[in-house]
C-alpha cells in the first residue's frame, strides 16, 4: 500500500514562494511517475507539473516558469517549488502517484496567496 504525504502548504503574499514537499511510503517510488495537482473552490482539479520516473517534466501553461517539479528517489519525496505565486494560485494541492493504470493521491495541502 501506497501512502502520500504533503506538507508544505500555508498562507504567502502575491510574489512570495512556497515549497511544497511529498514523501512516499513503499518501495514502489522510483518506479512511478509523480505529479502535483490542484483544485481550487468551485473547480475541477489539475495538472500542476509532472516528473517522470526518469526525470523528465511537464508543466502547466499557468505555472511554466514559475514552479519547478523534481523527485529525490533516494527519500522517496517529491517537491514543488512554487516562486512568484499569485492569487490565482491558490487551491488544495495533491500530490500524485502513478504506475501502470494505479493512481495513489495525498490528502492535500492548502495553499492560499493573498496579501
Do not use: H
Amino acid at each position: 500500500q501506497v501512502q502520500l504525504v504533503e506538507t508544505g502548504g500555508g498562507l504567502v503574499q502575491p510574489g512570495g514562494s512556497l515549497r511544497l514537499s511529498c514523501a512516499a511510503s513503499g518501495s514502489i517510488f522510483r518506479l512511478a511517475a509523480m505529479g502535483w495537482y490542484r483544485q481550487a473552490p468551485g473547480k475541477q482539479r489539475e495538472v500542476v507539473a509532472t516528473v517522470t520516473r526518469g526525470g523528465n517534466t511537464n508543466y502547466a501553461d499557468s505555472v511554466k516558469g514559475r514552479f519547478t517539479i523534481s523527485r529525490d528517489n533516494a527519500k522517496t519525496t517529491v517537491y514543488l517549488q512554487m516562486t512568484s505565486l499569485k492569487p490565482e494560485d491558490t487551491a488544495v494541492y495533491y500530490c500524485n502517484l502513478n504506475i501502470d493504470v494505479q493512481n495513489y493521491w495525498g490528502q492535500g495541502t492548502q495553499v492560499t496567496v493573498s496579501s
